[in-house]
């Protein structure tokens, strides 16, 4: 049964760098076709794509958060990691890891981790 | 980037009523659309897929139509688990983006 956890600080000063690690069990994330993203929720709000990565290949992010994320994996640990600069109180929220299908749909999904943005 | 707006944003049903959620995109999409369920305090939960495939284990109470701009799910009979939020998603371009939600209360 395929699991994601996701790891990290649950408390991280405005203008920081918040980093978000999700630890795979259940399968390789080398071995499998997939590929894995973040999807983020601020408190009592929607869901917002952040980005998605294949284990070889290029990420592909979120436009209007470009410029302050970066995600990569580490195949010997099977994880893949989040880090976003530069935070703000609207960078408070949920963050989830994720699976995706390959319709492109999230089918397995972490249980989130809330991350909050203050000094 | 493709906007999703799904209506009604709130509904008050009762169990055992026929249940319809629209998502509308703001431009064509074809069939790439994905419906997810969740509930307060926990992940969303993949229900269906291209617009119309039942996600494995998903109940057939929940069935998916639609093509192009316009998209719904329909809960045949409401079952007291079924109260929750509901999320349409678009999989047809980057960047990936979700409707504003539909929560689905008990009369």
């Known amino acids: 049964q395929l699991q994601l956890q996701e790891s990290g600080p649950g408390l991280v000063k405005p203008s920081e760098t918040l980093s978000l690690t999700c630890t795979v069990s259940g399968d390789s994330i080398s071995s499998s076709r997939y590929y894995w993203g973040w999807i983020r929720q601020p408190p009592g709000k929607g869901l917002e794509w952040i980005g998605s990565?294949?284990?070889?290949?290029?990420?592909y992010y979120s436009p209007s958060l470009k410029s302050r994320v970066s995600i990569s994996v580490d195949t010997s640990k099977n994880q893949f990691s989040l880090k976003l600069s530069s935070v703000t109180a609207a960078d408070t929220a949920l963050y989830y890891c994720?699976?995706?299908?390959?319709?492109?749909?999230?089918?397995?999904w972490g249980q989130g981790t809330l991350v909050t943005v203050s000094s | 980037d493709i906007q999703l707006t799904q209506s009604p944003s709130f509904l008050s049903a009762s169990v055992g009523d026929r249940v319809t959620i629209t998502c509308r995109a703001s431009q064509g999409i074809s069939r790439y659309l994905a419906w997810y369920q969740q509930k307060p305090g926990k992940a969303p939960k993949l229900l269906i897929y291209a617009a119309s495939t039942l996600h494995s284990g998903i109940p057939s109470r929940f069935s998916g139509s639609g093509s192009g701009t316009e998209f719904t799910l329909t809960i045949s009979s409401l079952q007291p688990e079924d109260f929750a939020t509901y999320y349409c998603q678009q999989l047809n371009s980057y960047p990936q983006t979700f409707g504003g939600g539909s929560k689905v209360e008990i009369k």
């Open positions: 990565i294949y284990y070889s290949g290029t990420p």
């Open positions: 994720a699976r995706l299908h390959l319709s492109g749909s999230f089918d397995y």
